[in-house]
């Protein structure tokens, strides 16, 4: 899968989760400090990529990755093993 | 102005706005409890909730960002999650503000990652000059009514009051809160300062030195890092302002004493020299929270007594004298009441009372006879204090006798009264009449005699004249050293050096020879004097008595040679493997009595001097003393008369005093050696043999660790 679908569907989860503004949610968005996720949030975003993508991915992992750019990398690496 | 005050601690108690950062929507939450907290506390300034994700947190606007938000900010409080703190104190930085509350988690208390956060947060927090409290901690509470700051997660704002507490334990907080709030007691400042990355209890006791607000300080500790600096602020502030300081110093623990190699160290477990040094820097130490405010009470509320003569009131005898029993046994002694006043009592009182003390007004009395006789003990010029113990019986009266109390005790406030309403149900509204009247309670006699003897002591603790220790010009510091550097690499000096060592620094060794030889040894016998000891020289061999390595008081040459020959082969069977370079040969000590002086160098507290009756059995008989170094001169005199048997030295029993001037100039000088070598870890000399007044001391061995 290409990186920039990866990116455009992890914006949607974001933004649909979070509640936030397309616009704000940049690459280098740090998912606490600048979208305002809470623990309960975090844990709901796992799930929501999860399903997105039909993938499964290690809680402890994914819930150490800080940004919007680093949770696509990540996504990307488990989609296109 | 002290690196304390540089510290924006002010700002921290009282912000004009403060900024939570990180605040969330979610009620039960951290985050959300310190923000609603601060508006339900009744905060008198401006709060700007700062929450990415909100567009507003109970009515309140939030911010992004705190650069967003457009007035400047006094203080800020953390609440994000530990990992993205670091993102936040920037801005935080960014934004101007110079005092911040990190209340977030895991940090340095989690392990080395945390440890590395913590590192990191402090790199920030330093590049913008901001003081921190945290992190990992409750918060910080001010009950000024101008300011009404609740800035933490406990759940209600304590009432207003004199005493200040500082606890390194967060979850400690909100049981104190509560169990001060059962009793009435109000706080001026409440501070947990969790993982102490910036702000430390030390900065927190310099500015309550100055805080009008506080008449009394309580700290919780668990752990502590700089020892010498507390000790250096609870000297100041207890001298500087007489605000009392007490402490609770948990995890006890011997660890570190049993691998001890010397009597000191093994005497000088970690709780022992914590207990000795609070002592030393006018701390009192507090066994549990309610030892404590017992004691915070008596400091807080009442006039400090004058003098140790107590007046007790009861209208039950045993209890009078189970109190009786608890003043005697703290050192407090029963007030004897004047002519004038015992024909009061006859007056006011029934026949069948006692109007001896402890006076007795009987079970049947009722609140009349509890305020002639409190009123009359109070105006009796041999009494400091009075304690007022009430039993409930079918005819007490109870909250009347608790009103008499507190109107007897303000038309009388020169003096403190304390009370023990003992019981619990029936007495509830007498004691709670009590408590908000500022008026101590205690269930038991017992906890209230020890409160009034810590008022007492710390009254007289403010007399003592405290004057610098002398400063001996006559030690050889270079040859110290010298010798010291020589040793480099070495678990401990032989004794050949160790008593050089000590001779450097002016300590009174004994003449000594080293012989290879019988025939040495003989020769060195009688050029020295006998009678002499033989001890053997080995750098291998540390406890000389236990291996048969000391004979004591031989007289003669051919005495000399054949304990020579006997220890030599004795030592070569016993010990193969040791290097053994020959015996010392020694002048014996004088008669006099065995004492021990020794040095430990403690983590937390640095050098830290041991003195007691010495000899084989010291460990034993643990009756010994500890004070940190450098000494003053009332810390060396304190700490000489403070065993229980220094009575021996003090001429017991019709037996001559002991040379305690020269005893105590060998504690100073070695307290001197100890701030000037470092090198050292531990040291004994045992024995330290002190003659009769004006014949000296002379250390008889001596035992030096590196």
Not at chain 2, 302 to 317: D, E, F, L, W
């Amino acid at each position: 899968m290409e990186k920039s679908e990866i990116e455009t569907r992890v914006k949607k989860v974001i933004a649909s989760v979070l509640g936030a503004k397309a616009e704000d949610i940049k690459p280098t968005s740090n998912f606490i400090f600048d979208l305002g996720a809470d623990s309960k949030q975090s844990v709901e975003l796992v799930a929501a990529f999860e399903e997105e993508f039909d993938i499964e991915m290690d809680q402890d992992q994914a819930l150490g990755v800080q940004n919007v750019g680093d949770a696509v990398a990540f996504i990307a690496n488990i989609v296109n093993r | 102005m002290s690196a304390q005050q540089k510290k924006n601690i002010k700002q921290i108690f009282f912000p004009e706005s403060i900024a939570v950062v990180g605040a969330t929507r979610t009620k039960g939450t951290v985050p959300y409890d310190i923000f609603e907290n601060i508006l339900d506390g009744g905060f008198q300034g401006v709060v700007y909730p700062v929450s990415p994700g909100a567009h507003s947190i109970r009515g309140v606007k939030t911010y992004k960002y705190v650069l967003d938000i457009p007035d400047p900010v006094d203080l800020a409080v953390l609440v994000f999650p530990s990992s993205v703190c670091e993102l936040a104190m920037d801005q935080i930085g960014q934004k101007g503000i110079k005092a911040c509350i990190v209340i977030s988690a895991g940090f340095r208390e989690v392990g080395p990652a945390g440890v590395q956060r913590q590192a990191r947060l402090q790199a920030v927090a330093q590049k913008y000059g901001i003081s921190i409290i945290g992190p990992n901690c409750l918060g910080a509470i001010n009950t000024d009514p101008g300011v009404r700051l609740n800035a933490s997660f406990a759940r209600k704002m304590p009432d207003q009051g004199s005493i200040a507490f500082l606890s390194q334990s967060g979850a400690l907080c909100t049981a104190v809160l509560d169990y001060a709030r059962g009793k009435h007691i109000g706080f001026s400042k409440f501070v947990s300062f969790g993982n102490k990355m910036d702000i430390s209890e030390v900065d927190l006791m310099y500015y309550l030195a100055e805080d009008a607000d506080t008449k009394v300080i309580l700290i919780y500790l668990e752990e502590i890092r700089d020892g010498q600096a507390l000790m250096k602020a609870a000297q100041d502030v207890i001298r500087s302002t007489g605000k009392p300081i007490l402490a609770i110093k948990s995890g006890r623990t011997q660890a570190g004493a049993s691998a001890a190699a010397s009597h000191t160290g093994s005497l000088a477990g970690s709780d022992e020299v914590a207990n000795a040094i609070f002592k030393q820097a006018g701390i009192e130490r507090c066994s549990t929270i309610e030892d404590m405010f017992n004691k915070a009470m008596a400091l807080a509320y009442q006039p400090r007594p004058k003098t140790n003569k107590v007046a007790i009131i009861t209208n039950a005898g045993g209890p009078g004298v189970m109190a009786a029993d608890a003043v005697c046994d703290c050192g407090l002694q029963l007030a004897q009441f004047s002519p004038e006043t015992t024909e009061l009592f006859k007056r006011a009182l029934p026949a069948t009372a006692n109007i001896k003390n402890p006076v007795d007004v009987i079970g049947d009395a009722r609140s009349d006879r509890y305020q002639a006789a409190l009123s009359g003990a109070l105006a009796d010029p041999d009494v400091a204090g009075a304690m007022v113990i009430l039993t409930p019986q079918s005819m007490t009266d109870i909250e009347d006798i608790a009103l008499t109390v507190v109107k007897t005790r303000g038309s009388n406030f020169e003096k403190p009264v304390y009370t023990s309403f003992m019981g619990e149900a029936d007495v509830a509204k007498g004691i709670d009449i009590l408590l908000r009247a500022r008026i101590p309670h205690y269930i038991l006699p017992e906890s209230m005699a020890t409160s009034f003897a810590t008022a007492y002591r710390f009254e007289q603790s403010l007399k003592v004249e405290r004057r610098p220790a002398p400063v001996f010009k006559d030690v050889d510091r270079a040859r110290a050293q010298k010798l010291l550097k020589a040793a480099e690499g070495k678990r401990h000096l032989p004794e050949a050096e160790a008593t050089e060592l000590l001779a450097a620094y002016g300590l009174p060794v004994l003449p000594y020879r080293v012989a290879r030889t019988a025939t040495e040894a003989a020769k060195a016998a009688e050029e020295i004097g006998f009678p002499v000891a033989l001890k053997v020289y080995s750098p291998d061999i540390v406890h000389k008595m236990d291996v048969g390595g000391v004979k004591l008081n031989l007289n003669g040459a051919g005495a000399v040679k054949d304990a020579f020959e006997n220890m030599m082969a004795a030592l070569r069977k016993a010990q193969p493997e040791a290097t053994i370079l020959g015996l010392n040969v020694q002048k014996m000590a004088p008669a006099g009595r065995e004492t021990i002086l020794g040095l430990k160098r403690d983590p937390a507290f640095g050098p830290v001097i041991m003195f007691g009756l010495g000899g084989s059995f010291v460990e034993i008989f643990k009756d010994v003393s500890f004070r940190a170094a450098p000494l003053d001169a009332h810390d060396v005199s304190s700490m000489v008369r403070e065993i229980r048997s220094f009575p021996i030295l003090d001429g017991a029993r019709g037996a001559r005093k002991c040379d305690v001037a020269k005893l105590e100039e060998c504690i100073l000088r070695l307290a001197q050696l100890a701030v000037d070598c470092p090198q050292i870890q531990e040291l004994d000399m045992n024995p330290v043999i002190v003659g009769e007044e004006g014949k000296g001391a002379f250390v008889a061995d001596a035992r030096v660790m590196l």
